[in-house]
């Protein structure tokens, strides 16, 4: 009785050692398309997670047939343009992109489980260096038909597109691809991709999609600031306000020059209605930065809401010479002189007042003929009257310009 009961035992084992798939695997495997596919693995009881990994490969192996044919396509296409025969055939975009970003998400998903251990407790991927090479292959696609879709005004299809180029890049399946080679324009893809998400009120993603662009020193400085305002867009509360304050704060220490930074928090000390925070800011980082563009100009600005053109034009000036470009600061600088002179019972020095908020008033509406940025124009007529008087054809000019 022993004997056979060995055997028997024997036999379990053998069938469980050789046990071949399981019914809704084969099925699985049977499918000719992704749909189909994709479909059964939703519903699926799969016996292991050996067999979730096949599954999910599988849908990897439908994805790339369809990623393969409109790629082919091109292909053809492009030799014949270069060899001057053939007619250009037409190709599924659209079908390419979703894919390739079917075959993304496949393909992630089978790694998920291709890195489990095994029956014997091994780990021992089947299909992780495969499905990471061919994948990231063609991923860049996903870069020029998400520009296209913008171009026609498909938002979401940008978002759809572009998402999937970022979030894949930073999936542990694509550790060991090459990477710097979309090093020149992932920032810039990742910068546009924030203001689709923004724009479409997933905040968390635009966050996500900045802090990728961060890493490009040419993005750098736009990303921060729309990251910094998106953050800011959606505050409910005072506790939501102080919160990002405390953001803000933490993004100086960490950075304590760059303008970006240092002037929302400015701003939010406004809205605090803060004062003290404000100045103490301010000076404090003026202590250390003289030459801080966004701390001078925001001196001018407090002085000038105070009403004291004096004390505004002597930090105007001084933020007129770190950032002589800026048509905002020269206006504001030539109305605060303009005002000094006005109050001024020195002739001389009234003279010499009223040329200096000219020059500064001139250089606005050089930098600013449309009045986009800052309205120049009765300002600098006021100026010129006090200096030349109400006959002056210069006044006169000026005063067209004021219109």
Known sequence: MKKVM????????????????????????????????????????????????????????????????????????????????????????????????????????????????????KVKPQYAEKNAQRVWAVRAHLVNIGQEQASKGNNA??????????????????????HEAEKGYIGQVAFYAGRYA???????????????????????????????????SNLQSKADTLKYVDQLKALY???????????????????LQ???????????HLAKYPNSFAALANKGMMAIADNNAEEGAKWLRKA??????????????????????????DTAKRKELYQEAVQALDKAKELDPNKAQANWGYNRYQAYYGLYGADDPKTKDAELDSK
């Open 6 to 121: 060995m055997m028997a035992m024997m036999l379990v084992a053998s069938a469980t050692a050789f046990a071949g798939d399981s019914d809704a695997l084969k099925a699985i495997k049977k499918c000719k398309t992704y749909a189909e596919a994709a479909q059964l693995v939703k519903t699926a009881q799969l016996a292991n997670d050996e067999e979730r990994a096949t599954a999910y490969n599988k849908l990897v192996d439908l994805a790339m047939d369809k990623v393969s044919k409109e790629t082919g396509t091109m292909a053809e296409n492009q030799a014949a343009a270069q060899l001057g025969s053939g007619k250009q055939e037409a190709y599924d975009t659209l079908g390419l992109a979703d894919g390739i970003c079917n075959a993304i998400d496949a393909a992630i998903e089978c790694n998920k489980y291709d890195q489990l251990p095994n029956a014997k407790g």
């Open 157 to 178: 299809g940008v978002l759809k597109y572009w998402g999937a180029f970022l979030d894949s890049a930073a999936d542990p399946l694509f550790a060991t691809q090459n």
């Open 198 to 232: 923004f724009d479409a009120k997933e905040l968390d993603r635009a966050n996500r999609y900045f802090d990728i662009a961060m890493q490009d020193p040419e993005q750098k400085k736009d990303a921060l600031t729309f990251k910094l305002y998106a953050a800011g």
């Open 253 to 271: 220490a960490d950075d304590p020059e760059n303008d970006v930074i240092l002037d929302k928090l400015f701003t939010m000390y406004d809205g």
């Open 274 to 284: 803060d004062k003290g925070a404000q100045t103490a800011l301010l000076d404090n």
């Open 320 to 345: 007129a010479v770190a950032s002589p470009e800026n048509a905002v600061v020269q206006t504001y600088l030539g109305t605060c002189l303009s005002v000094q002179a006005g109050n001024t019972e």
